[in-house]
């Protein structure tokens, strides 16, 4: 029940575009994004909620589609402060437990 | 204080003792949680709670407690450390239970001989 992320790891150039997707098989509520240094504890980038409202991170933005439980992060002109990995994290409706993708590695190369 | 901290950084434990990790937060969050962390399998919800006085179980419970005898603190026990409990433990807190932000704390590396 694990939430399926890919691509499971991704190399960039400064600048470039990357695309992060996570997909569930249950009904979601609502879909967090955070990113996680090596070392260091996850940070917030990025909620989803049904029906539409999402709150955030300037400089990321992200999809949910309910109907097909997949949410898919985008990042765009990537820098090198940009990697890390990332982790969605899925929250049932009503049960208050929060479900997390076993995470994309992301290096941004100069 | 500022924000999320927890104690200790890291423990080395023996098999059998009984640890308690301590976590405390002063944004006075209502909700707050205790996640796992192992190579390759993520964040896993050890337990919850929506707020001071009530707790929740999460994805893999067995062999942990919890604790929330108020809103700030918010205590992990084991009972008896058992060498797959190594693991890098996170506290996090948001707002409310759903549909907010989690903040983390720093973790805390714990390994059972």
């Known amino acids: 029940q694990q939430p399926v992320q890919s691509p499971q790891a991704v190399i960039l150039r400064e600048g470039e575009d990357a695309v992060i997707n996570c997909s569930s098989s249950k009904a979601l509520y609502s879909v967090h994004w955070y990113r996680q240094k090596h070392g260091e504890a996850p940070v917030f980038l990025m909620i989803?909620?049904?029906?539409?409202e999402q709150k955030g991170h300037d400089k990321i933005s992200a999809s949910f589609n309910e109907k097909k439980q997949q949410s898919s992060l985008y990042l765009t002109a990537s820098q090198l402060s940009y990697s890390g990995t990332y982790f969605c994290g899925t929250e049932d409706g009503g049960t208050y437990k929060y479900i997390f993708g076993t995470g994309t590695r992301l290096k941004v190369l100069a | 204080i500022a924000g999320i901290t927890q104690a200790p950084t890291s423990q080395i434990l023996a098999a059998g003792r009984r640890m308690t990790l301590r976590c405390t937060q002063d944004m006075r969050h209502n909700a707050m949680y205790w996640y796992r962390q192992d190579l390759g399998l993520g964040l896993r919800l050890i337990h919850y709670s929506n707020t001071a006085g009530t707790t929740g179980k999460g994805e893999v419970p067995d062999g942990y407690s919890v604790s929330r005898a108020n809103t700030d603190d918010f205590p992990l026990t084991l009972a008896s450390a058992v060498p797959s409990q190594t693991s890098v433990y996170f506290c996090a807190s948001s707002a409310e239970v759903s549909g907010n932000e989690q903040f983390f704390g720093p973790g805390t590396r714990l390994t059972v001989l």
């Open positions: 989803l909620l049904k029906g539409g």
